[in-house]
């Protein structure tokens, strides 16, 4: 009895594609000798398909597709799809998140996911009914506790807070399985692979079953799913892990012992893979670009950005533009130029000061008696963003946006200036990890990819004279931490003092600051997801509104 | 027995000023004889609080909040007020959406909503756990059927499709009730107001119960509740219909017969009046602007939204600019000043050419050898887009971004452009409508506010010689039929080509210009909703997907 796990990388809604990979991977599965092979949730559709799941043209669409794949597949060959199917019934939501059971040309049985995530960036109830009741698929003689995703995660270990009354897992075990098989669509945030592991390992030991469990693995606008298909052993021990960031197909005997080792982990290597892979499928997907852009200040942003491009599309395909102004310091050309040497792109220079002149040249009479300030600062930010997007539109390039997430949490940036792009790289990457993404690029290439000088130097818009982020930001290192705790823990002043140490007052003040900044992050282009909180679909604030938190005594801010 | 009707604007997280508010009209309640006063769902923290309901402090202040209203209230009235409340329970969602039972200084009795809205704009089954169970708040010997929003609407007139199992003005009937109460978070959309009038009559002659609805009025960012308030007797008729978009307090004595009739409506001054409503409230509430500033084209969208403006914050808070390139009719300027005189705004011109030609300099290099196209274009409207963010920053006004639904919904739009601004007000209205939001103002000011020749002359954007919307899209009328029918409707082609006898080919063509904006309206502004289905936080599609509707045989194109 042999098993396959075909983590596949579905692009969203692309029916005819994803039918071709799903045929193309269950016939070298049965090449391989496989009797069933299990395709990821959602794998016929792509996740999250969002809305499309509304209209009643892609619905019907994705029967019919299911009708063709059953037709085609091998007729021997037992196949779990994870798909959308409509609920029947006369009440509740009008689909199903439907693990499907395919064989000799027609669906035999089928379970439906019983947890609907809704939160974060789930909107699962938004289309989905839950399962009425959690019931045993058998197949072949084979007691199947076959589960979608979310299904196996409703675990006092895992969830601190019990989201559900069901709980899928113990009620399959209690009406009698051989095996669990979950199919999943679950997205990557750093370390996720280690509470994966730990769960199933969990409910391994606890219910002395086999688990298989496959995932989705590439990337759809903001969410990267890294695959990390697996499979345990019935003491919790685990048989097989997948490679992540990368399609696999894995023919298990149920009979066999542990197969090849699996690939070692590192936090720092798989955010490196997840970027890389999420720069790739933006762009191969949307298939809209020639190359992909990236405005180069010769700081750690836009050198980090650039390079995780090229590791994505090839040194070709990326062109890197430096667009110096008179506040610009001799580095940011050499050091780009450098950068765009190291890895080999094209690279075009551009001073930015005949506009910059010519903006203020027209505003003079209207900011008559008024000192320079802000407005005169994102007029160079917004000439660079119009020089970008002006050669995006001209030669069809996907601009990347460079900004990390600790500019993006305290509005540190210009809106339609250095914002601009298709996709923002590093939104969810806090300032100092950039600092460390950039070491690990240049340890992974054995030289200085990233130049010294990008890395060493103190950063700075560079958007007045001697400028230096810390005149308005704290040290990166005090505020990250600050806004690891905040974004990503969910706490308040209180617990963050109690936890750093900072000041109270320095506290609220970098608390207020990203709650004033939701409406520039409305308008930032979607970001690629690596933690388990990203700015973007999945943080939903109101713009206008007045929450705030008590007033602390004013006391001298440090850090 | 008098009950008094407390139609309120609160302000999303704002629990100060939104319990001076509520301590204001339950005073006056009082002194006006009521015995029983009646705030809106989520009166107590505005609607939509979206992920403020996820942080644990702010649902910490919200209970705080309740417990000192409680002390503060008069003790001898009844106070029915929405919040969220912790859900005590060790499973499901955090909280429940209540209707809280005030008086005596504390909470007697307590209404959790049943029916979860989770689509289009609501996500209330990320936050909130439903009602275990419908029961009747017993007050002063008076059952009442007290209930939340959306439990009134699952009714087969009013939703064609069954969505929840539960129906709470079934079940609280039949446990024997003396009146309804629902407290509301409507949201307005052209012609709600029949379609809760029709649903309220409804339920009034199938229970023969009298009925009170509470509904919030006020714009939260996307969001404007109408109020539209309403005490229907036991027969359907009306006894009370709130006047929309305005505070409101009415005490009714259930002895008496009707009150004073309802202002009459219409279709295009309710448009007007939501959108005015909109502007102020976004304006005042977010309390960061000193004034609106406006780009005007001599157009008919910058002259609607402009005329909108001042109505919403008067002549002295809005400037207009107008910024004339070499490709601008002369009616750009004098349509734009004629404009300005008569709504009597201050009013600034700055030619564009000295921008436009310093960046076709900077470019030369990197776009030699090109034709002349798209990404020129679009330098036009980002200089006029870069020079009005300037005005905005030097001077704290608000940027309103004035594209409509129409040009959103094809991409006729340049991103970082005409798009720039923190509110978008025209984003659900279509072009056609925007046409007849102009002859409505004219209308009612008695006199050609917004100028003859903006209404008459053909739409262009004048990024090109001779330019007309018509050289890259369909006819308004058109146009307008398709995307209401896609957008709105949930149409496909085959359905919009039966209703209108439009080319097929030309129907899939706009579809799948809709699909393929989808990036651009990713980064635009918040706009303000006025129909069933706005761009947006209640229309959610994947950016990067592959989904599209089967080729059709090419045929000519035609309107």
């Known amino acids: 009895m042999k098993l396959a796990l075909a983590q596949i990388n579905p692009t969203v809604g692309d ?8 045929l193309d991977f269950a016939r070298r599965a049965r090449d391989q000798g496989a009797d069933l092979v299990v395709f990821p949730e959602m794998g016929l559709v792509g996740y ?5 799941l509304d209209r009643p043209a892609f619905i019907e669409a994705v029967q019919r597709a299911i009708e063709r794949l059953a037709q085609a597949l091998p007729p021997d060959l037992g196949v779990i799809l994870g798909a959308p199917v409509p609920n029947g019934g006369k009440v509740g939501k009008r689909l199903f998140n439907a693990a499907l059971l395919i064989e000799g040309g027609r669906i035999q049985d089928a379970a439906y996911k019983t947890l609907l995530p809704t939160y974060d960036v789930f909107d699962e109830y938004r289309y989905f009914e839950p399962a009425p009741r959690r019931r045993v698929v058998t197949w072949r003689g084979l007691r199947l506790g076959l589960h979608v995703c979310e299904d196996m995660w409703n675990n006092e270990d895992a969830a601190p807070y019990h989201l559900y009354e069901a709980n899928p897992i113990d009620e399959l075990a209690a009406l009698g399985i051989d095996l669990f098989i979950n199919i999943s669509a679950s997205p990557f945030a750093v370390g996720k692979h280690r509470t994966r592991n730990a769960l199933i390992e969990a409910i391994c030991r ?10 989705q693995v590439g990337a759809n606008t903001e969410l990267i799913f890294d695959g990390d298909s697996r499979v345990h052993a019935a003491d919790g021990s685990l048989i097989y892990g997948a490679p992540s960031f990368e399609e696999d197909l894995y023919v298990w005997d149920l009979d066999a012992g542990p197969g090849p080792s699996p690939r070692p982990h590192d936090d720092l290597a798989d955010l490196h893979d997840a970027l890389v892979l999420g720069i790739r499928d933006y762009f191969t997907k949307t298939g809209a670009f020639q190359k992909a852009l990236v405005g180069l200040s010769g700081g750690i942003d836009s050198a980090v950005t650039c390079a995780l491009a090229v590791a994505a599309l090839g040194p070709e395909r990326v062109v890197g533009v430096t667009m110096p102004s008179k506040y610009s310091s001799p580095g940011s050309v050499s050091d780009s130029e450098a950068l765009a040497r190291n890895l080999g792109i094209a690279f075009h220079e551009i001073p930015i000061e005949p506009a910059v002149a010519a903006f203020e040249a027209m505003l003079a009479g209207v900011f008559a008696g008024t000192a320079p ?9 917004r000439t660079r963003g119009v020089t970008l997007m002006a050669i995006s539109n001209k030669f069809d390039y996907l601009l990347l946006s460079t900004g990390n997430k600790s500019e993006a949490a305290v509005g540190y940036v210009t809106l339609y200036g250095d914002t601009n792009g298709g996709v923002a790289v590093l939104s969810d990457v806090f300032k100092t990890d950039v600092y460390r993404l950039a070491h690990h690029i240049n340890d992974r290439a054995g030289r200085a990819v990233i130049p010294e000088n990008t890395i060493t130097k103190p950063p700075s818009a560079e958007l007045r004279p001697d400028q230096k982020d810390t005149d308005s930001l ?13 974004i990503e823990a969910h706490l308040e002043v ?11 007052a320095l506290v609220r003040h970098i608390l207020q600051q990203v709650d004033r900044n939701e409406y520039k992050r409305r308008q930032m282009p979607p970001g690629l997801r690596v933690t388990n909180k990203a700015f973007g679909i999945g943080r939903r604030l109101p713009i206008v509104m ?14």
Chains 1, 2 share one sequence.
């Not at 407005?375 to 930010?381: C, K, P, R």
């Not at 704290?474 to 905040?486: E, M, T």
């Open 474 to 486: 704290p040290p990166y290192d005090v505020l990250d931490a600050v806004l690891r705790l905040y």
């Open 546 to 559: 007045r929450w705030d938190r008590p007033a602390v005594a004013p006391s001298p801010v440090t850090g």
């Open 373 to 381: 300030g802000v407005a005169e600062e994102n007029i160079q930010s």
């Open 494 to 504: 209180d617990a963050i003092v109690a936890q750093t140490g900072f000041d109270r």
């Open 48 to 52: 999250p398909p969002l809305d499309l």
């Open 15 to 22: 029916l005819p594609g994803n039918s071709r990979k799903i």
């Open 206 to 215: 606890e219910h002395g079953r086999p688990f298989v469990l496959v995932n």
